[in-house]
């Protein structure tokens, strides 16, 4: 019986996950858009809805209604698993994701996370490391030489930033002594974690702009260079599942990773504690606050080139992560 | 400003090669040489008298005449300041390349081998510039028809109701390429030689337009590149030897699309000098103040795609800003905002509007602001540096063999502008400073054409002060008999009436002669060469594009680089295709 009833709140639990991700993410193209607009001295999406506010929906129904065109050439069987692999697993990170601490409604104690498990940051790089395999697939099964390119270069920006990451990742876990993402929110309840770890902050503010594909570092989809990149054959639902993925749930979910790691997760803003605000609201606005300094960087900079980024990736992000390791360790030691 | 050759240099030549001869006019300036000296009196030319900057080739069609080609080949000397053009009668249709001395020459022997049929012996590689392989015809021949040779069958043209008459074609149509055709031209242009051969175009956002290129590529490395031009090509020069002097105007529009005033007024300034006729005063100075405006309004939507190239988004949005309002000025002076034909024969269409001055003196206020905007983002930027320092490196040499000019030159350091050396309206009179590149990398090229945009607002402002003075002047200079009059003129004056039907139906008749002379445009040098043989209509016009001199050094920049450098690298060249195409 307990059995049960753990099995029925993990399916709604993950349900709700998902389907709010889902329409969050739609409303964040929406939010992407209005602030692109603004930076661009436009009023960006304003008909559709009061100030364009039903935009996403509009767009959802466009690219679902869309003709399903799939080349002659491709690989139909990667073709197909690829807007997948891009997109499943960006969304199974938010299974190890606590939004809060845990609280009781009548009687009923809620946890605002699907699991607490013991290796949820190791689970986390895992599935950001396979929803790549997407776009690289992608590139190969359409069986085309601007897509080929692109996935190409993802998979070598892959190999720079993927290392650095996770040499990033170390400092807050030595700090806190658990791969638990709640616990590493606990351990923070002193201090946040960006103090000593704020080169593994730049670091992971590098490697999550590269895995998103957000300009500085969007060579894999350069539209001047490459057309689309590796969505040059694609079209309708199987399209919209790539930037959806990548520039909205991957962009969300790493932020909020990030502000686990190093902004105390749902501890409120510090000498703000006393404001009656939910931690769940603190969090998010967390991570909001982070996912729109993404959208400026995207929205300001222009592109590398491949090579530089692994360049990048290699001479200075590499050493950045390790020198980080050291700076803990020694922090551990003489101050706690 | 006298540009051409003196003749005591010249007699230099008459020693050294026989049967020369000198023919030296106001506006021209050649020797005549013999087919087997011209290899050697090009290069007695380029080595010993410093005529080292390959600036065009051309030919010139003398049906029925034995033999029928003429060859023209124009240089410059940028230490004299001086050009030279030299003649040569293709006999049996045929001439020695010249690409061992000009590697410019290459493209353009190609284009005269394609229009005219002119076998160049010793041309690595003679195959057409715009056309497809397969095509019969050289059209620019005197014998070809200018409304082409009809001869392939396509019923869809007639597949229309068939009350409508109008509408009933001949189903007959000029020759058109088919896939196999074009498939054959890709293969003669270049070998696959390395891993893949990247199609990068025709249609492509990076291209800026119809080109097309050839990327042999290992990995994303560029080992070879080749350009295949002609989608655009509509064949300007045939139609303007049908068209009267001024019904040309439009078509120089068409060309550089980017920069139409500053086209139109280097055709109109070349017609004018070959007519004699004189624009009044203030029609010069606002010829001058709207080219600069051309050129700011160029350079920005250069900005804006350049920019957009590199990924920087906004850009694009600032730039199209600023240039919104320069195209709104435009339409308010000259009533269309692309393609205005503004600049007449003898002065200008019309007046300046009331008002115009004020705007353009707001206007003046307003952009240095957004220039340093500009700057602000992407000057100092790490990533904008990294993108464009040293990509492309262009050296002196290379100018002076490929033929390179406008801001491409003098990114390389070579002060090479039309409007200091051959100074036609206002331009001797502002006072403007020409900013040269020290490198020659992408990034010179960049900071040159920011600078450039404000040189032009102080030549603006230059312009704004002088024509408020001339205020009560005329703009066109009616009285010229080469002159069209103006439509108050046509209906209050039976002789302006008389005058105005002749001019339209028979045209100018242009003394006969020839001239070659060009304007600088945001793209580099765009020259006239017009034959005329004393007709309305000019017997031979070659439109010298810059665009298209200056793409042609890309494929050797681009070998050993990436396919993210060709987009900076092709940005900063910045062709337009309809003026490469013409």
């Given at each position: 019986m307990e059995l049960l009833g753990t099995v029925i709140g993990v399916t709604v639990k993950s349900l709700i996950f998902i389907i709010v991700m889902f329409l969050a993410a739609a409303y964040l193209t929406l939010l992407e858009r209005k602030f692109a607009g603004h930076v661009q001295?436009?009023?960006?999406?304003?008909?559709?809805?009061?100030?364009?506010?039903?935009?996403?929906?509009?767009?959802?129904?466009?690219?679902?209604?869309?003709?399903?065109?799939?080349?002659?050439?491709?690989?139909?069987?990667?073709?197909?698993?690829?807007?997948?692999?891009?997109?499943?697993?960006?969304?199974m990170i938010l299974a190890v994701v606590p939004f809060g601490e845990p609280f009781t409604i009548f009687g009923l104690e809620i946890k605002p996370y699907v699991t607490d498990l013991n290796i949820a940051i190791l689970l986390a790089l895992a599935f950001g490391s396979l929803s790549i395999y997407g776009v690289i697939f992608a590139g190969w099964a359409s069986n085309s030489k601007y897509p080929m390119i692109g996935g190409l270069r993802k998979a070598a920006v892959l190999i720079g930033y993927e290392v650095a990451l996770g040499f990033a990742m170390v400092g807050p876990i030595m700090q806190a002594g658990s791969f638990s993402l709640r616990e590493i929110v606990e351990a923070q309840s002193g201090m946040w974690f960006i103090i000593p770890n704020i080169l593994a902050f730049v670091v992971i503010i590098f490697a999550i702009l590269a895995e998103t594909g957000r300009t500085p570092f969007d060579v894999q989809e350069a539209e001047a260079e490459l057309v689309g990149g590796y969505v040059t054959e694609y079209t309708g639902m199987k399209f919209g599942l790539f930037p959806l993925a990548e520039w909205y749930i991957a962009t969300f979910v790493l932020s909020a990773i990030a502000v686990i790691l190093f902004f105390g997760g749902w501890q409120p803003l510090p000498l703000m504690g006393w404001l009656p605000i939910p931690d769940i609201i603190w969090f998010f606005i967390k991570v909001f606050l982070l996912f729109m300094f993404f959208l400026w960087v995207h929205w300001t900079l222009p592109r590398y080139r491949v090579d530089q980024i692994t360049e990048l990736a290699w001479k200075v992000m590499l050493p950045l992560a390790l020198a980080n390791i050291l700076v803990v360790a020694l922090w551990i030691i003489f101050i706690g | 400003m006298h540009l051409w050759a003196d003749l005591e240099e010249l007699k230099l030549l008459e020693g050294k090669f026989s049967d020369i001869q000198i023919e030296k006019t106001e506006n021209f300036t050649s020797i005549t040489v013999k087919k087997e000296d011209l290899l050697n009196a090009l290069g007695f030319l380029k080595e010993d008298l410093g005529y080292k900057m390959f600036i065009d080739l051309t030919a010139v069609d003398y049906y029925p005449q034995e033999p029928r080609f003429l060859c023209v080949y124009i240089l410059f000397s940028p230490d004299k300041k001086k050009r030279i053009a030299v003649k040569c009668w293709a006999e049996n249709d045929s001439v020695p390349s010249v690409i061992s001395l000009w590697k410019g020459a290459k493209w353009a022997e190609r284009e005269v081998y394609d229009?005219?049929?002119?076998?160049?012996?010793?041309?690595?590689?003679?195959?057409?510039?715009?056309?497809?392989?397969?095509?019969?015809?050289?059209?620019?021949?005197?014998?070809?028809?200018?409304?082409?040779?009809?001869?392939?069958?396509?019923?869809?043209?007639?597949?229309?109701?068939?009350?409508?008459?109008?509408?009933?074609?001949?189903?007959?149509?000029?020759?058109?390429?088919?896939?196999?055709?074009?498939?054959?031209?890709?293969?003669?242009?270049?070998?696959?030689?390395?891993?893949?051969?990247?199609?990068?175009?025709?249609?492509?956002?990076?291209?800026?337009?119809?080109?097309?290129?050839?990327?042999?590529?290992?990995?994303?490395?560029?080992?070879?590149?080749?350009?295949?031009?002609?989608?655009?090509?509509?064949?300007?020069?045939?139609?303007?030897?049908?068209?009267?002097?001024?019904?040309?105007?439009?078509?120089?529009?068409?060309?550089?699309?980017?920069?139409?005033?500053?086209?139109?007024?280097?055709?109109?300034?070349?017609?004018?000098?070959?007519?004699?006729?004189?624009?009044?005063?203030?029609?010069?100075?606002?010829?001058?103040?709207?080219?600069?405006?051309?050129?700011?309004?160029?350079?920005?939507?250069?900005?804006?795609?350049?920019?957009?190239?590199?990924?920087?988004?906004?850009?694009?949005?600032?730039?199209?800003?600023?240039?919104?309002?320069?195209?709104?000025?435009?339409?308010?002076?000259?009533?269309?905002?692309?393609?205005?034909?503004?600049?007449?024969?003898?002065?200008?269409?019309?007046?300046?509007?009331?008002?115009?001055?004020?705007?353009?003196?707001?206007?003046?206020?307003?952009?240095?602001?957004?220039?340093?905007?500009?700057?602000?983002?992407?000057?100092?930027?790490?990533?904008?540096?990294?993108?464009?320092?040293?990509?492309?490196?262009?050296?002196?040499?290379?100018?002076?063999?490929?033929?390179?000019?406008?801001?491409?030159?003098?990114?390389?350091?070579?002060?090479?502008?039309?409007?200091?050396?051959?100074?036609?309206?206002?331009?001797?009179?502002?006072?403007?400073?020409?900013?040269?590149?020290?490198?020659?990398?992408?990034?010179?090229?960049?900071?040159?054409?920011?600078?450039?945009?404000?040189?032009?607002?102080?030549?603006?402002?230059?312009?704004?002060?002088?024509?408020?003075?001339?205020?009560?002047?005329?703009?066109?200079?009616?009285?010229?008999?080469?002159?069209?009059?103006?439509?108050?003129?046509?209906?209050?004056?039976?002789?302006?009436?008389?005058?105005?039907?002749?001019?339209?139906?028979?045209?100018?008749?242009?003394?006969?002669?020839?001239?070659?002379?060009?304007?600088?445009?945001?793209?580099?040098?765009?020259?006239?060469?017009?034959?005329?043989?004393?007709?309305?209509?000019?017997?031979?016009?070659?439109?010298?594009?810059?665009?298209?001199?200056n793409l042609q050094i890309f494929p050797e920049l681009i070998k050993g680089r990436t396919v993210a450098d060709a987009v900076a690298l092709l940005g900063s060249l910045d062709p337009v295709v309809g003026e490469t195409d013409r």
């Open positions: 001295q436009r009023p960006g999406p304003l008909h559709v809805g009061p100030h364009g506010f039903l935009q996403p929906i509009a767009d959802a129904l466009k690219v679902l209604t869309k003709e399903d065109l799939v080349p002659d050439s491709v690989d139909k069987v990667l073709f197909y698993m690829a807007s997948l692999l891009a997109f499943v697993p960006a969304i | 229009l005219f049929g002119i076998k160049f012996e010793g041309h690595n590689n003679l195959v057409r510039m715009f056309l497809w392989e397969g095509y019969k015809y050289h059209p620019l021949r005197k014998d070809f028809p200018k409304e082409g040779i009809q001869e392939v069958y396509l019923p869809s043209l007639n597949l229309r109701p068939e009350e409508i008459p109008a509408h009933n074609y001949s189903p007959y149509h000029t020759y058109v390429p088919t896939m196999e055709e074009l498939e054959k031209t890709q293969k003669s242009r270049m070998e696959k030689r390395s891993q893949i051969v990247l199609n990068w175009g025709p249609l492509h956002p990076g291209t800026h337009g119809t080109i097309w290129f050839l990327f042999d590529m290992e990995g994303e490395t560029i080992k070879n590149c080749e350009i295949i031009l002609g989608q655009l090509h509509r064949g300007i020069e045939k139609l303007a030897e049908d068209l009267t002097y001024t019904q040309i105007i439009p078509y120089t529009d068409r060309m550089d699309y980017i920069s139409a005033l500053c086209s139109q007024v280097a055709y109109v300034n070349t017609v004018e000098k070959l007519l004699g006729v004189e624009p009044p005063e203030k029609a010069k100075w606002i010829r001058t103040m709207m080219c600069e405006l051309q050129r700011i309004n160029s350079h920005l939507l250069w900005l804006g795609t350049y920019a957009l190239d590199l990924g920087a988004l906004t850009i694009f949005l600032y730039a199209f800003r600023e240039r919104e309002k320069i195209m709104d000025i435009i339409e308010g002076i000259a009533g269309i905002r692309l393609n205005s034909t503004y600049i007449r024969i003898g002065g200008l269409s019309k007046d300046l509007p009331e008002g115009a001055l004020d705007v353009i003196k707001h206007f003046l206020q307003d952009f240095p602001e957004k220039l340093d905007e500009y700057e602000t983002i992407l000057t100092k930027n790490r990533i904008w540096l990294r993108r464009n320092l040293n990509i492309g490196i262009v050296n002196k040499e290379q100018v002076y063999q490929y033929g390179l000019t406008g801001v491409v030159a003098r990114s390389a350091g070579v002060p090479y502008d039309i409007r200091m050396l051959q100074p036609t309206d206002a331009y001797d009179k502002v006072d403007f400073d020409i900013p040269l590149g020290r490198v020659g990398d992408c990034y010179d090229r960049y900071l040159i054409r920011m600078e450039e945009m404000r040189q032009s607002l102080r030549i603006i402002e230059q312009c704004v002060e002088k024509i408020e003075k001339l205020k009560d002047d005329k703009h066109i200079s009616t009285e010229n008999p080469y002159v069209l009059p103006t439509l108050d003129e046509v209906f209050n004056s039976i002789e302006s009436m008389v005058k105005d039907f002749n001019l339209r139906i028979y045209g100018e008749q242009a003394p006969e002669g020839e001239i070659y002379m060009s304007g600088e445009n945001p793209r580099g040098e765009l020259g006239f060469y017009i034959v005329s043989k004393g007709d309305g209509k000019p017997y031979r016009i070659k439109i010298r594009s810059g665009a298209f001199y």
